[in-house]
Every structure is written in C-alpha cells, then in structure tokens.
C-alpha cells in the first residue's frame, strides 16, 4: 500500500513534547515533591501561578494552578484542569527508585510487573497526581 | 555552598517523561488530531478509555476520556482530569507548522514572538487543550 505523497511530504514534524504539565492547586508542595523527591531542578517558581522543572532531555515539566491557569484574558491561552493527571517517568532502576521513594516516606500505591522485565511503581504527588516511575518499554 | 552528598548520591535519576497525559471524552477525536495534524503514529486506541500516539523520543503521548480513566478499582491507578490541559512541542520549522495548519483549517489561537528567535504558534484540540509548537528555548 502506497502512502500519499502529497499529505506526507507537507506534513512538518515535532522534535518531541517540550513542556509536559500537570496541575495543584499548593504549587509549592507539588514544586518540592519533583525536586526533592524526582529529582528534578526548579528552574522557575511562581506560587500564585506555576512551576517550572527541568526535564534530562531538555523539556520542562510545568506544574500549574488550574484557577489562575484559567483566568481568561492571560499573555497566553488559558487553560486549566482539575482532578488527577498521570504522569510516568521512564527509569534504569526501578528497585532504587522504589527503595528511594520509600524511603522519603512516599507511600506506594502500587506496583505492577509487566512481564518481559518491564514494571512499574505509582505514587501519588501531593496534588494527587498519579505518578508512575517505568521500567521498560510498555508501548 | 557544599551540597549535602549522602542525599545527592542516594537520588536516582530519571531517564525523561516516558507518558505525556492529555484528557478528552471523544477518544477518537482527539487522537485523529494528533495524528493526522501533528503527525504522531497512533500505536493503540481503545474509543472507551485510551489512545496512545508515540513521541519522536521514544515516549508517548496518552489521551484517556477522564471518566473512564477515573473509575476505582482499574488494574492501574484511577487518574483523570476535567478542564482544558496544555502541551508545548518543540519544533525546528514554526513557519511551516504555521502554514500547515491554517491549511488543515486549524484556527491558530494565538502566535507569540518571545524574542531571540523564540515564538509559539498556539491551537485547540477537539477536546479544547491548548497546544503550543515552540520554536527556541523559553525555560
């Protein structure tokens, strides 16, 4: 089966997702929770508004207030969503990330095996976003 | 300053988001705009529940219907969020990606020029996320 040309060639790419967001409402709580306990640098604070963290590949993980994320009329579009997100995180080793997580007091909420050597580890951050360290390649 | 080295060296590391989450309650639209707008292969879909396009990077990006997502008692940790969320793509071409898609009738919400060759094109998907391209580093 022959793909079509025309659409294909037109089509641009994505180098990869460059800001990855999640939402809390205690930006700093949450801001904490990916810097102490995932490790990453806090390159941005903004309490009333966001987070910034930096990513190993160059990306951010962005931590939004969903209410001031909303507030119509912002320098850019408005957005915002209340409830629990997911986020995963791919990992080399999961067993020091589960020793390190318990350690921290981070309750497990569940760990999965996948089979083929490929696992997973949940928390929850403090805003109650589901957060899964992965082992493997589950896609 | 010394950095404190018994917690520095006990930090594991991430390797970088492996599942980028987004929400939307018509499964099928949202993934049809990731793939055939952005570009993204779609490696599996469930209408009821999930889709999940794959990332340049190796990741994926996740579109879940936050009802389904969020019923108790899932093999996974329940999660699901109401609200508009926001994604950035890094891209090289924003040009391109303008042309592109004002020609598949996308309505380009807003273009931001951030300086030092630094400028976001921002769109909706079906679902009304936000999604930004960037060209530059903005964080």
């Known amino acids: 089966m022959s793909s079509p040309p025309d659409i294909n060639s037109s089509q641009p790419r994505i180098v990869d997702v460059y800001e990855t967001v999640l939402y809390g409402s205690d930006i700093d709580a949450v801001a904490r929770f990916y810097r102490d306990i995932v490790g990453l640098p806090l390159i941005q604070s903004d309490p009333d508004l966001l987070a910034a963290l930096r ?4 990306g951010v993980l962005l931590i939004f207030d969903p209410v001031a994320a909303a507030v ?4 850019v579009p408005s957005h915002g ?24 007091g981070v309750e497990i909420e569940r760990e999965i095996d ?6 997973s580890v949940y928390v929850r ?4 976003n589901s957060v899964e360290f992965v082992r493997g390649e589950l896609w």
């Open 81 to 104: 969503a209340e409830g629990a997100g997911h986020v995963a995180f791919r990992v080399e080793d999961l067993n020091a990330w589960h020793a390190h997580l318990a350690d921290r």
């Open 125 to 128: 951050d403090p805003a109650g």
């Open 72 to 75: 119509p009329g912002r320098p």
């Open 114 to 119: 996948w089979g083929a050597e490929r696992s």
């Open 55 to 58: 990513l190993p590949g160059g």
